[in-house]
T-cell receptor, first 110, second 115 residues
Framework: DAKTTQPPSMDCAEGRAANLPCNHS???????VYWYRQIHSQGPQYIIH???NNETNEMASLIITEDRKSSTLILPHATLRDTAVYYC???????????FGTGTRLQVFP | GAGVSQSPSNKVTEKGKDVELRCDPI?????LYWYRQSLGQGLEFLIY????????KSGLPSDRFSAERTGGSVSTLTIQRTQQEDSAVYLC?????????????FGEGSRLTVL
């Protein structure tokens, strides 16, 4: 399975866009990129996923580079409630197993 | 209920005792997963069920750990002869085949403390 690399921590001012990077340089053509987040003391929560194209939903946008070796999760207007650990995960299409790394701890400050 | 339900939410046990942790997935979800999270650490995959069968048990840390699922619904994770290093939050998740896979819905976890 392709490995992911994320910065251990990031800060973001409330109301600003939070851009969380993820490197997955060994990703193969049949592997999806998933993002989850875990707010303190809660179970992880699905955010978004994509294969090749950029994706957007009510929570976030996912930008995947053309070579698919990296991606960025964008929270357009971060709030204090977005403070959490964000996990970038690469999943082959033929498996339902998700392997979580250590993620990025995002701190949104007032 | 609407979400994944886990019980007990908290369990304190003595070293050497057996414990059972239960997971009720979302109705209709065929896939069920167990993860554990030690204090300050990331999620560690334990086992995954598709229906009642477990195609991937690769994450079970030792033969003291076992899991079963019956009726394609409820799952039980059993830890025999608990050790202090088993202390962690045990998280269960389920997913629907119609969701394209990968969209897991997690419960709130069972916090296990082994004294």
């Amino acid at each position: 399975d392709a490995k992911t690399t994320q910065p251990p921590s990031m800060d973001c001012a409330e109301g600003r866009a939070a851009n969380l990077p993820c490197n997955h340089s060994t990703i193969s053509g049949n592997e999806y990129v998933y993002w989850y987040r875990q707010i303190h003391s809660q179970g992880p929560q699905y955010i978004i996923h994509g294969l090749k194209n950029n994706e957007t939903n009510e929570m976030a946008s996912l930008i995947i580079t053309e070579d698919r070796k990296s991606s960025t999760l964008i929270l357009p207007h971060a709030t204090l409630r977005d403070t959490a650990v964000y996990y970038c995960i690469v999943r082959p299409y033929n498996t339902d197993k998700l392997i979580f790394g250590t993620g990025t701890r995002l701190q949104v400050f007032p | 209920g609407a979400g994944v339900s886990q019980s007990p939410s908290n369990k304190v046990t003595e070293k050497g005792k057996d414990v059972e942790l239960r997971c009720d997935p979302i109705s209709g979800h065929t896939a069920l997963y167990w993860y554990r999270q030690s204090l300050g650490q990331g999620l560690e995959f334990l086992i995954y069920f598709q229906g009642n069968s477990a195609p991937d048990k690769s994450g079970l840390p030792s033969d003291r750990f076992s899991a079963e699922r019956t009726g394609g619904s409820v799952s039980t994770l059993t830890i025999q002869r608990t050790q202090q290093e088993d202390s962690a939050v045990y998280l269960c998740a389920s997913s629907s085949p119609g969701a394209g896979g990968g969209e897991l819905f997690f419960g709130e976890g069972s916090r296990l403390t082994v004294l």
